[in-house]
């Protein structure tokens, strides 16, 4: 049988390098795995590393950043890659021949670099951290360590694309209603500021008093021509100095809170941060991550310091000796079911199973909520819309009318 050098790692990160007899590359690979060792590269024993790949280019400034599309496509097909058997070098270069984006491509290029110099995988993307985020970083490293990064990646692939799917069905819910109050704006501003002065200045030529109401209509208009640009400064001004107190990190902490006071934004904002925050903790646990170090990377991943603070409080309480469930009470940014399922969880001994269970349920009750306010919403800007242009149309024909009656 031919001889086949192999590069790999042992469990506890060790190099392992050597040559063995195989009928071909993939049975030593599968060999070699199953010692629960992670295979890096294996290749004819007579041939030498392509010197090409040793001076390579260092990774160049992309002109278009690869999107969370593009790192999720690429973990399902490196989870395909080494599942058939594979090399995790091989999968790498040929996942980045394959990529969407060029920038991608240099990416995943520059990762399988850093592994041939002797970097570990977790190691060689976290080199890369608005690529790949805590959470796939945390899974490939446990899935590293265990020999199952394909089932590691393949996880890590399917949290992206829920959360993308679950951001898809909220924008998708609020895009047509941005749409139309866009228009409703752009109508309504076109009507009160060109439309309505050619009718003023045809009505204001018979000499007659008009009807009160076309002459409401005129006072609006009036307003608007006069004020129009303040009012338009003003909120623009208003827009500005909420997102600069957003990025204080003091005032964000309080406008973050407060959120979750109000009526319709605050249950949205509820559910959205429910379902994040159970997803991400129940992928991390069921993948074998000790409970206090998924915490750890749950609050580095949550965007808003309401929902951090609170998994810090909680990460606390655990590192006390105290319950995950206790420390999770007390806060809007969760429902107030979480903690009752989590402390179930942690009873049974299937935390990860609640946790993925409850993210399902909150993923779906958002989807829906969102549904049912679009049903609502919809509706009130047509008849919004409606009530503009009718309310214009009026004024006009009953000023019409009151002219030709005499």
């Known amino acids: ?49 392509d010197a090409a790949d040793e001076t390579a280019p260092a990774l160049r400034w992309p002109s278009r950043a690869p999107s969370s599309f593009d790192v999720e496509h690429s973990l399902r097909q490196l989870s395909l890659m080494l599942d058939s058997g594979l090399t995790l070098i091989e999968a790498l270069h040929a996942t980045a021949e394959h990529a969407r984006r060029r920038s991608m491509s240099q990416v995943l290029n520059d990762v399988a670099r850093r592994i041939e110099a002797g970097a570990s995988f977790h190691e060689a993307v976290a080199a890369h951290p608005k690529r790949f985020g805590p959470l796939a970083r945390e899974l490939i490293r446990a899935g590293e360590q265990a020999g199952t990064l394909d089932d590691a990646l393949e996880r890590a692939a399917t949290h992206l694309e829920d959360r993308r799917q679950l951001r ?12 139309v109050v866009a228009l409703t704006v752009l109508v309504a501003g076109f009507m009160i500021l060109n439309v309505v002065p050619k009718l003023e200045g045809f009505l204001a030529s018979s000499g007659k008093q008009l009807p009160a109401v076309t002459q409401a209509l005129l006072d609006v208009s009036h307003w608007f021509q006069a004020y129009g ?78 929902t951090r603070n609170l998994v810090a409080r909680a990460r606390r309480r655990v590192v006390a000796g105290g319950s ?32 993925l269970d409850a993210a399902k349920f909150h993923e779906a009750e958002l989807r829906n909520w969102i549904k049912r306010a679009g049903f609502i919403i919809e509706p009130l800007i047509t008849l919004i819309v409606g009530g503009i242009v009718g309310f214009v149309y009026v004024a006009f024909f009953v000023a019409m009318f009151s002219l030709a009656g005499g």
């Open 229 to 306: 640009t303040i009012l338009a400064v003003a909120v623009l001004a208003a827009l500005l100095g909420l997102l600069a107190l957003d990025r204080y990190e003091p005032t964000r902490a309080v406008l973050d809170r407060l959120s979750y006071r109000l009526p319709a934004i605050g249950r949205v904002r509820t559910l959205a941060s429910t379902a994040m925050f159970a997803r991400s903790l129940g992928v991390l646990v069921a993948n074998g991550i000790t409970l206090l170090q998924a915490l750890i990377t749950v609050e580095r991943i949550l965007p808003r310091p309401e």
């Open 324 to 355: 995950l469930a206790e420390g999770l009470t007390g806060s809007r940014a969760l429902a107030p079911i979480v903690p009752k399922m989590v402390s179930i969880g942690e009873k049974s001994g299937a935390i990860d199973r609640v946790l």
């Open 168 to 179: 898809g069905a909220v924008s998708q819910a609020l895009l047509y209603p941005t749409i």
């Open 1 to 49: 049988m031919p001889a086949f050098a192999f590069d790999a790692r042992g469990a506890d990160g060790g190099a392992k390098t050597g040559v063995l007899d195989a009928s071909d590359a993939g049975a030593l690979a599968s060999l070699l795995r199953g010692r629960g060792w992670l295979v890096l590269d294996v290749r004819p024993a007579e041939s030498t590393k």
